[in-house]
C-alpha cells in the first residue's frame, strides 16, 4: 500500500474512441500503435514529460496489422489486398528495408529485446506451410530458422491472386489455388 500512495498515474488516452497499444519506450517516451485520427492506424511517439505526441511512422493506405520491436528496431506487418508486407524502421521511424517474402501469404512477428541481433516471424500462404524465418538485423536477411516436415513442394502448386467486383462496386481479393 505505500508503493502505491508514492505512484502519480496519468492519463494518456481519454476514452475508449480510438485503440492504443504502447508497443515499446525510449526512455521517456512510449511507442504507440493507434488509431487515433488514422483508420488504418499508424506508430506515434509521445513524450510523456509535455504530454504531446507526433507520427512515427504516419498511416498508409494500406492496414498496419501489427507491429513489433526487436533490436532496437521496429518490425511492421502491413495488409495489402489480405496478404502481408512486412518493412523494418529504425526507432526515429526511417524505412531501412521491405522484407521480400516467397510469396503471397501472411506473416506474424515475435517480440524482442532491445540487444537483439535478430528477430522471428513466420510466414504460410495457400501453398508454403508454415515457416519461422530469422531476420538478421545487421544483414538485413531472413533464413529459414525452422520448417514444417510436410512434404509439400510450392513449386508444384499455382496461386494467384484475383479479384471480384460485388454489387456495390467493391472490389474483393480473392485466391485461385
Same mark, same amino acid.
Given at each position: 500500500?505505500?508503493?502505491?500512495?508514492?505512484?502519480?498515474?496519468?492519463?494518456?488516452?481519454?476514452?475508449?474512441?480510438?485503440?492504443?497499444?504502447?508497443?515499446?519506450?525510449?526512455?521517456?517516451?512510449?511507442?504507440?500503435?493507434?488509431?487515433?485520427?488514422?483508420?488504418?492506424?499508424?506508430?506515434?511517439?509521445?513524450?510523456?514529460?509535455?504530454?504531446?505526441?507526433?507520427?512515427?511512422?504516419?498511416?498508409?493506405?494500406?492496414?498496419?496489422?501489427?507491429?513489433? $520491436?526487436?533490436? *532496437?528496431?521496429?518490425?511492421?506487418?502491413?495488409?495489402?489486398?489480405?496478404?502481408?508486407?512486412?518493412?523494418?524502421?529504425?526507432?526515429?521511424?526511417?524505412?531501412?528495408?521491405?522484407?521480400?517474402? $516467397?510469396?503471397?501469404?501472411?506473416?506474424?512477428?515475435?517480440?524482442?529485446?532491445?540487444?537483439?541481433?535478430?528477430?522471428?516471424?513466420?510466414?504460410?500462404?495457400?501453398?508454403? $506451410?508454415?515457416?519461422?524465418?530469422?531476420?538478421?538485423?545487421?544483414?538485413?536477411?531472413?533464413?529459414?530458422?525452422?520448417?514444417?516436415?510436410?512434404?509439400?513442394? $510450392?513449386?508444384?502448386?499455382?496461386?494467384?491472386?484475383?479479384?471480384?467486383?460485388?454489387?456495390?462496386?467493391? *472490389?474483393?481479393?480473392?485466391?485461385?489455388?
Amino acid at each position: 500500500k505505500d508503493f502505491e500512495k508514492n505512484i502519480d498515474f496519468e492519463l494518456l488516452f481519454k476514452g475508449f474512441k480510438n485503440n492504443y497499444s504502447v508497443i515499446d519506450n525510449i526512455k521517456d517516451n512510449f511507442i504507440v500503435h493507434t488509431n487515433e485520427n488514422a483508420p488504418c492506424y499508424k506508430i506515434i511517439l509521445i513524450d510523456t514529460n509535455t504530454k504531446t505526441h507526433k507520427d512515427l511512422i504516419p498511416e498508409k493506405k494500406d492496414l498496419l496489422d501489427s507491429v513489433w $520491436p526487436s533490436g *532496437k528496431k521496429l518490425f511492421t506487418n502491413y495488409l495489402k489486398d489480405s496478404t502481408s508486407r512486412m518493412y523494418h524502421f529504425d526507432l526515429k521511424g526511417k524505412l531501412e528495408n521491405e522484407i521480400k517474402l $516467397p510469396t503471397l501469404g501472411l506473416t506474424t512477428g515475435s517480440w524482442g529485446n532491445k540487444d537483439d541481433k535478430f528477430t522471428f516471424y513466420t510466414f504460410t500462404s495457400f501453398i508454403y $506451410p508454415t515457416v519461422i524465418y530469422k531476420y538478421d538485423l545487421r544483414k538485413q536477411k531472413s533464413s529459414v530458422f525452422k520448417k514444417s516436415e510436410l512434404k509439400v513442394n $510450392p513449386n508444384d502448386y499455382e496461386m494467384k491472386q484475383e479479384s471480384y467486383e460485388s454489387q456495390d462496386g467493391t *472490389k474483393i481479393p480473392m485466391f485461385i489455388v
